[in-house]
Structure formats: structure tokens, C-alpha cells
């Protein structure tokens, strides 16, 4: 099993940065990729950012350029920057841990961008 602890969300206005942090403990061995994903009001829950243990990332298309996923390996722990934030942006933000049996979830962290 492995436990996930997301923090860093909050409310910003738009234009501005948010940092999240997701630290997973338990069977940590077992990870292959960490990421994000987020769910606003009304929509299917999607892919933000994701990153391998051997460090290669892959962001969706409305981040590029100004969110960055970094993982610290000795803290167990991945991060997202979030910078230029919009109003879009405002959703429910979950971190994922992927292992070759299951995928692991946070509980998420709500990010409100105000415009």
C-alpha cells in the first residue's frame, strides 16, 4: 500500500503561482510515476502533469509552459509548480502514485484561481 498527502492549495488570483506537494510513504519500492491530475465542477477528472522515476515528464497541453512537475526522490515527494495561473485552472488537484498492480490516489487539494 502507499499513502499519499497532498498540500499547497489554496486561492489565488490570476497571475499568480501555487506550489503542491504530494508525500507518498508505505511501499514506495513499488512506484513507477507520480502525477497530477484535477477535476473541476461539471468535467471528467484529467491528466496534468506526470513524471517517471527516471525523471521524464509529460504535461497536457493547457499547462505547457507554465506548470513543472519535479520530484525529490529522497523525500519521496513530488511537486507541482504552478505558474501564470487563470480562472480555468480552478479545480480539485489530485496526486497519483503508479505501481504495476494499482494506481494510488491523494485525497486532493482545492486550487481556486480568481479573476
Known amino acids: 500500500q502507499v499513502q499519499l498527502v497532498e498540500s499547497g492549495g489554496g486561492l489565488v ?5 501555487l506550489r503542491l ?7 514506495i519500492f513499488s512506484i513507477t510515476a507520480m502525477g497530477w491530475y484535477r477535476q473541476a465542477p461539471g468535467k471528467q477528472r484529467e491528466l496534468v502533469a506526470a513524471i517517471t522515476s527516471g525523471g521524464v515528464t509529460n504535461y497536457a497541453d493547457s499547462v505547457k509552459g507554465r506548470f ?5 526522490n ?6 507541482l509548480q504552478m505558474n501564470s495561473l487563470k480562472p ?5 488537484y489530485y496526486c497519483i502514485a503508479g505501481a504495476p498492480r494499482e494506481d494510488y490516489w491523494g485525497q ?4 481556486t484561481v480568481s479573476s
Open 13 to 17: 488570483q490570476a497571475g499568480g503561482s
Open 21 to 27: 506537494s504530494c508525500a507518498a510513504s508505505g511501499s
Open 68 to 72: 513543472t512537475i519535479s520530484r525529490d
Open 74 to 79: 529522497a523525500k519521496n515527494t513530488v511537486y
Open 88 to 92: 480555468e485552472d480552478t479545480a480539485v
Open 108 to 111: 486532493g487539494t482545492q486550487v
